[in-house]
């Protein structure tokens, strides 16, 4: 009698597996050797003593399924009735359980596990290239051949060709060879599927995986009373529909990933994180599917667009789940028909919010200083927590436990992200405004300006009644050139403790269309969310008047310039702009301008104050440098020129500064222009 047609009942135990755990690498183990089975019968043309007589380490897998059995020989229809049996009381999450109510088919559960066998055991592959005739692994024409007839002997081999070709349309599967004729195609199971099968996390370069146990509970989330009401409501909502796509948008480094693995949490998932890369990867973005369908992940998607961008999230093969999208305020996503989009919004914190995630980061330090650095460093809640921990790096190395602002600063400035490095150049910063030689009005208008600065949470606070408000500060410098704009941009940043960035206008003016806009909106994030001064330096160069539309230059033009009032407008952070053409800036930018500041050139008092800064040790005689100051109507900068010639003079005669050296770097300076010298020689 044919073993097939013997009662399933009459020679099996009551629970053949009941000594197999009921865990993930259990439930695989006796899912493969199902397959393992089937496959000696059918290498064997029927004959299990024929297929181990020619591939004898089978015979190894023979007595593993006797001794988990519990009987001799078990078909594969009798393994396969007992594992249902055994999986009926399975109480665990089982990934290929997963699949199968995912909706795949018995069929295609073992056409999958046949397709990674060499993964498990080389030895498979000898057996895989004798049979295809030269593959090492297995083939559809080798799959089709083996599992064509069902357990009744009936032909199905359609049935086996869709199964195919659905596990490879899923992402399942992966076709090695699609060059080749289909029944010759090379399959292949991607190596973090067969991971999460066998109950190990998947380890690929693009995407991260983190499990429930390791995500935040959205109780111990971070947030304002108004954004907590509605955080803590979405578990409840996202698990009543779970067919739709939660958008999370605000700064990056601002808790949007937090957020959403703190909502996957109470929805008792594991999250997927990546990059918007996978969307341009047909493969990878079907590989997300398969992986939070096994894992019963949330998939987070990370996007940075610019304004007037948009995205298109494709549907997710087999997942038809949650998906959680964070991305910046700027930009559009679109999903497939059937996801419904709700939107979040994670803002920056503001001072009584970083207090809060200062004194999380830095529990050991007092009060005040949490205090201090919630009241003066404007960064999100994750730069927060990255500048805290190098920042006690930093006390600790001068043997303090206190942390102070210059600690803060350092750490920041290794924040920095390459979206800035590449379009801005940090300037070196020092000194404070009495280093500054400048007429009263303006000195005053720059401590004024510092004020704005140090207190412009608060006073944008009340200047709306508590409306929408923005916290950006933007001033304009306007003046010659050489008379100290830069240098007040300088030491303003030191007062504050704050770096200073100039935005290079090559890296940021680009002849391609969008691209010049889409470089200022990332160097200005990027300053919002690290807190640092923003230098446009000679700006009438990007904030020229809009003309009259006679070309598609022009109009493009007129399209850069609109854009960059937009960006100003809504720029949250300290914004300083320098021209000596103040003519040539558009007026719309003029009136965005919360501080003007006129910059003129010094006068014979201001001259010698600028001389003696920048001598500072010398032999020049006093009532000469007193005439030279009086004579010689040159501008700050002219004058620092003037005195390291002069002190290039003096270094290679190896004295101090004595008036023949500045004397002859003043002529320098006056042939540089095509002018005469009005002061004489000095005597001696």
């Known amino acids: 009698m044919n073993a097939q047609n013997i009662p399933i009942l009459a020679i099996t135990p009551e629970h053949p597996f009941k000594g197999v755990a009921q865990t993930v690498p259990g439930h695989f183990r006796l899912a493969l050797f199902g397959v393992i089975a089937h496959l000696m019968e059918a290498c ?210 601002n808790g949007r990933k937090t957020l959403a693995g703190a909502v996957a949490h109470e929805l008792g998932k594991d999250i997927l994180v990546l990059n918007a890369a996978v969307l341009d990867d047909e493969s990878r973005w079907r590989l997300l599917g398969v992986l939070a369908v096994l894992l019963d992940a949330l998939p987070v998607i990370e996007l940075s667009l610019s304004p007037g961008e948009h995205r298109t999230l494709p549907p997710l093969p087999l997942f038809t789940g949650l998906i959680a999208v964070v991305m910046g305020a700027h930009g559009g996503i679109y999903g497939d028909d059937t996801r419904t989009l709700l939107t979040v919004a994670v803002s920056m914190p503001d001072a009584d919010l970083r207090y809060l995630h200062w004194q999380n980061a830095l529990p050991a330090q007092s009060a005040a200083i949490l205090n201090h650095l919630a009241q003066s460093v404007y960064l999100t809640s994750g730069n927060i927590r990255r500048a805290a921990r190098t920042a006690l790096s930093y006390a600790q190395l001068e043997g303090r436990n206190a942390i102070e602002s210059r600690d803060v600063q350092l750490a920041c400035r290794g924040l920095h992200s390459a979206r800035l490095e590449t379009l801005a150049t940090r300037l070196e910063t020092g000194g404070n405004l009495n280093d500054l030689a400048v007429d009263d009005v303006t000195r005053s208008e720059l401590s004024t300006l510092i004020l704005r600065c140090r207190y412009r949470e608060p006073l944008a606070a009340i200047a709306l009644n508590g409306g929408e408000h923005s916290t950006g500060i933007r001033a304009l410098f306007s003046g010659p050139s050489g008379t100290g704009k830069t240098m007040s941009a300088r030491l303003l940043a030191a007062t504050l403790g704050k770096d200073l960035y100039r935005v290079d206008l090559s890296a940021t003016v680009n002849k391609y269309l969008g691209e010049t806009e889409k470089n200022i909106d990332h160097a200005f994030s990027a300053a919002e969310e690290l807190d640092v001064i923003v230098l446009l330096d000679e700006g009438d160069a990007l904030m020229a008047s809009r003309t009259d539309v006679g070309s598609s230059n022009d109009r493009y033009a007129n399209l850069e310039t609109n854009f960059l009032l937009q960006r100003i407008e809504s720029f949250n952070g300290i914004l300083l702009v320098t021209t000596n053409a103040a003519d040539r800036i558009d007026k719309a930018f003029a009136r965005r301008m919360e501080v003007v500041i006129q910059f003129h050139a010094p006068d014979e008092w201001q001259r010698y104050q600028i001389l003696q800064m920048h001598l500072r040790n010398h032999a020049v005689d006093d009532g000469w440098l007193q005439e030279v100051a009086y004579r010689c109507e040159f501008t700050g900068g002219q004058l620092r020129n003037v005195v390291t010639h002069a002190c290039l003079l003096a270094m290679d005669a190896q004295s101090l500064v004595r008036d023949e050296h500045l004397y002859a770097a003043l002529v320098r300076e006056y042939r540089k222009t095509g002018a005469h010298c009005p002061i004489l020689k000095p005597k001696g």
């Not at 591939?55 to 519990?70: H, K, R, T």
């Not at 009926?88 to 795949?104: D, I, N, W, Y």
């Not at 991607?190 to 996390?201: H, K």
């Not at 111990?220 to 509605?230: C, T, V």
Request: glycine share 6%; proline share 8%.
């Open 44 to 253: 064997g043309n029927g004959d299990r003593a024929a297929a181990l007589e020619t591939y004898p380490f089978l015979q190894d897998y023979a007595d593993e399924l006797a001794a988990l059995f519990q009987h001799p020989d078990p078909t594969s229809t009798q393994w396969r009735a007992a594992l249902v049996a055994w999986e009926s009381a399975a109480s665990t999450k089982l990934p290929l359980l997963v699949l199968l109510r995912a909706g795949l088919s018995r069929l295609e559960l073992e056409l999958l596990l046949a397709a990674g066998l060499q993964e498990e055991d080389p030895r498979f592959a000898v057996l895989f290239e004798q049979a295809t005739g030269g593959e090492r692994r297995p083939t559809v024409g080798l799959l089709l051949a083996w599992w064509r007839s069902n357990d009744a002997g009936q032909d199905r081999i359609e049935e086996v060709r869709r199964c195919i070709r659905s596990l490879v349309q899923t992402g399942l599967l992966q076709v090695l060879n699609t060059e080749a004729p289909r029944s010759e195609w090379t399959l292949a199971v991607a190596s973090p599927v067969w991971d999460v099968l066998r109950g190990e996390p998947p380890e690929l370069p693009w995407l991260r995986h983190v499990a429930k146990a390791d995500l935040m509970p959205l109780s111990r989330y971070i947030a304002s009373p108004s954004a907590a009401h509605i955080y803590n409501k979405l578990p409840q909502l996202l698990a009543a529909q779970p067919e739709q796509m939660l958008i999370v948008r605000g700064p990056r480094q």
